[in-house]
């Protein structure tokens, strides 16, 4: 009986994983979109990106002191409902047509996905053997790999249309003109966000009714006054740990924000074909996961992690010195290496934490703001040295040389 309510609760916690990532890898859709519904240029609308991440920074530690409180479980739900709302705000944003109006919904989204993040991650680690957290929350962290393939490859084509008119370039005889084109193009996204905020509103329920078990770590923490404790970040591999997550983040989202953009203006390729070519990028990502989840029964996580680390070092030196398609194949060979990263430096980086595991994952989940700049830092060079803007990509080689140091030191439990 406990196997299979321990079977039931990680089903539940891995369509976590695949619903955030819905939701995460749809941005970069959102971002070609908005540059044609709301009139922007590629930095510009870069903060899309800024809008939803910057929940991340601002919310883990309140969201970490009321799962100490109340519960993991508590803490889903109440994410859950809080995304969904701001899925329905798409009704209204939809009439407004406001740029503003999309990045303060894609912030509300940001939240309650951010209280999925915060929760799933130590769980999946807690809810085991913790020798093979690690591999285990790589698994987990393949659903997310399988949410953003189909984010890229099918959600992407039903929100672009595959027409990129200007005022200046719309059909004369198009049927009610540029308002009804911007409608047109506004309501491929509302109706994406209503479906998402619906199967969010489903799930929160089921979680609602399911019995989870309570894990070794919410048992001993009861007693407990203290709600988060900043004395957890002296832990070296920890602190290290949140140093890389930041760069992590903020290399792989500068990478997939503008993926759609590289495609269509930079390669000059049609919208479909774009997205066909984010679907294949977000399927090697995917193959990654498993592939690695895999390999991780026979190598030790930490060399597995500065090896990929090395691996995108080198591809974003070829991205960045020759561009264009020779640089837009090199990324699918990022996607492949990056996959393990993220789950792999947060479950190193949670070891041997203890009662602090839910204060350490809040400051884990806090490193997510590097998708809040580094990205924006990226699109400014593109949008700067549009000549050779293949020069932008040296910000993610950065990022990547990060998470290598933490493959190789960083993760040692010392202190």
Not at 24 to 31: A, E, K
Not at 127 to 144: C, E, W
Not at 334 to 357: C, E, H, R, W
């Amino acid at each position: 009986m406990k196997n299979n309510t321990y079977r039931g609760s990680l089903i539940l916690i891995f369509s976590l994983f695949f619903i955030w990532a819905i939701s995460s890898n749809l941005l970069p859709t959102m971002i070609r979109q908005l540059m044609k519904t709301c009139e922007l240029n590629t930095f510009e609308a870069s903060f899309t990106e800024t809008a939803y991440w910057l929940a991340y920074f601002i919310f883990p530690i309140p969201i970490a002191m009321f799962m100490k409180k109340y519960s993991y479980k508590s803490g889903i739900v109440l994410g859950l409902l809080i995304a969904a709302f701001g899925g329905f705000l798409f009704l209204l944003a939809a009439d407004i047509k406001e740029y503003w109006v999309y990045l303060g919904i894609f912030f509300i989204i940001a939240t309650g996905m951010c209280f999925l993040e915060t929760a799933a991650n130590p769980y999946v680690t807690a809810l085991g053997d913790p020798n093979t957290s690690a591999r285990r929350l790589n698994l987990a962290q393949s659903f997310n790999g399988l949410g953003a393939f189909i984010a890229a490859m099918f959600l992407s084509k039903l929100v672009l249309s595959g027409h990129t008119y200007t005022r200046d370039t719309l059909p004369t005889d198009y049927a009610g003109g540029w308002e009804a084109y911007i409608q047109f193009e506004t309501d491929s996204m509302k109706w994406i966000y209503l479906l998402l905020a619906f199967v969010l509103v489903m799930i929160a329920v089921l979680f609602i009714f399911f019995k989870f078990p309570k894990i070794k770590e919410e048992e001993t923490e009861e007693d407990s006054g203290k709600l988060i404790d900043f004395k957890v970040l002296k832990r070296s591999h920890l602190r290290w740990g949140v140093i890389a997550q930041f760069f992590y983040n903020g290399g792989q989202t500068a990478i997939n924000s503008l993926f759609l953009v590289y495609c269509c203006v930079y390669v000059n390729m049609e919208e479909h074909v774009a997205t066909t070519f984010f679907g294949l990028y977000m399927l090697a990502f995917l193959l990654g996961r498993w592939i690695g989840t895999l390999f991780m029964g026979k190598f030790k996580p930490q060399n597995m992690l500065l090896l990929y680390a090395i691996i995108n070092v080198l591809l974003c030196i070829v991205i960045a010195v020759f561009g264009g398609t020779i640089g837009l194949y090199a990324m699918l060979g990022v996607s492949f290496f990056m996959s393990i990263m993220y789950p792999t430096q947060f479950s190193l980086a949670l070891k041997d934490l203890g009662s602090n595991t839910k204060s350490g994952s809040a400051f884990l989940v806090m490193a997510i703001v590097g998708n809040a700049c580094l990205p924006q830092v990226t699109a400014y060079l593109m949008h700067l040295n549009e000549h050779i803007y293949q020069i932008a990509y040296i910000i993610p080689l950065i990022c990547f040389l990060f998470c290598a140091y933490y493959g190789w030191k960083g993760y040692k439990v010392v202190d």
